[in-house]
């Protein structure tokens, strides 16, 4: 046999192979991209498979449902896993909740710490009759909010018992946000876990709870995990500048009334009726906003941020503010809420990014001083009180404007104090330009 045609024959058959190995790597790459853009169901709607079924509890497929319930022959609560972990992902399903029953979602649960995944990962708690973690929160870290009238405290569920509700869980790095019924109802950064596995739980014996169309979308989160935005607003360039010189109000302008005087290195506000602000001349976009506050029992204050001052005098009047939400530092910037009354039922409890950011856990300290650190950057803001995270939300509502601080009247009832001044102090107030 002719060695050339030997050899032009086996060249032939090496780039043949060739291109069909890089045939298969694209189509596998393709086909990689393509899952990791499609809804893909963990769930087949007639048994269990794929998922780690838990020796308590009875947990079984009923007209296309997955069906958890208490086994008095084996009691105790319990979580029913994915086989797989997921980093970057949407995870969604429909929930139906027995009348007084509670339960709950899993997400980035470490393989190793399947006995604590409301801590090891975190829970998505389902539960309507429980006002620290109503329906919807993260389990101990964001409290849920529902859904609200603007210038009330009351609200209602966004979901109900006994009916089907959604939920859908974004955690894409450090970012995790929950809807239900497609409204957000929490937002937070955290760092606990960033993978883990997704499961559901029965919680009790009063409870009954079902789960269907159960969906996961895998996405690729090319952005590494990097200083947090507390870390990169305080080593950025720029000093700390005061904004109150402790012996009068030069920088500030008063809106809608309340007094207000420079004493001994203090701001009081004092309101009978209404609601007053005092705000800065300058503007601000990007910064960390801190400063100190002490406020008398049954009053009501906050601070705002990033509020576009009108520049038409006619609109500074409370009367322009109520028909046009944005001439309300609350709804046209951002207002932090400062509260000093027991109501563990209240919409906006000290700290919260005013109906967007619900605060969770009481940090401040009724009648004494206390610390409010406000960070904020480009759609990202956090609150501190007294060196604890309470609050966070992403918006774009307003990005730049003025600072200041409010004191505001509120119903007696309410704060258990009657025909007296409601009476708030501010000191140390500073702020870091970032630009």
Known sequence: ??????????????VAVTVLFVIVIIFSLNCAEKKQDEWV????????SGWE?????IWKVENGEIAARWDNENPGGSWIFSGKEFEDFVFKLKFMINKGGNSGVCIRVPNDSKDN??????EIQIDFNNPKNPTGSLYNL?????????YTDHEREVGEEEVWNDFEISAIGEHIIVKVNGYKVVERYDRRSLKGLVGMQLHDERSVVRFKDIQVKTLENKRPVGPTLEERLTNATGEFKKLFNGEDLSGWQVLWGGEWKADEGIIKGTIEDGMGWLLTEEEFSDFIYRLKVKISK??????????PVPKDKKDLTWEAASKNDNLNPAFGGYEIQILNYEDPEITNPSGSIYNIGRAYGEKLKPDEWNEYVVYAEGPHMTVYINGEKVAEA???RSLKGIVGLQVHVIKSELSGVEHEPYKVWFKDIDIKKIK
């Open 41 to 48: 169901s963990l769930f087949n709607g007639n048994d269990l």
């Open 142 to 150: 964001g409290k849920a909010y529902h859904i609200m009238d603007k």
């Open 298 to 307: 049954g009053g009501n204050s906050g601070l705002t941020v990033r509020f």
């Open 394 to 396: 992403e918006d774009t």
């Open 117 to 122: 995944p409301a801590y090891a990962g975190y």
């Open 1 to 14: 046999m002719n060695t050339q045609f030997l050899k032009t024959a086996f060249s032939s058959c090496r």
């Open 53 to 57: 079924v838990p020796e308590k509890g």
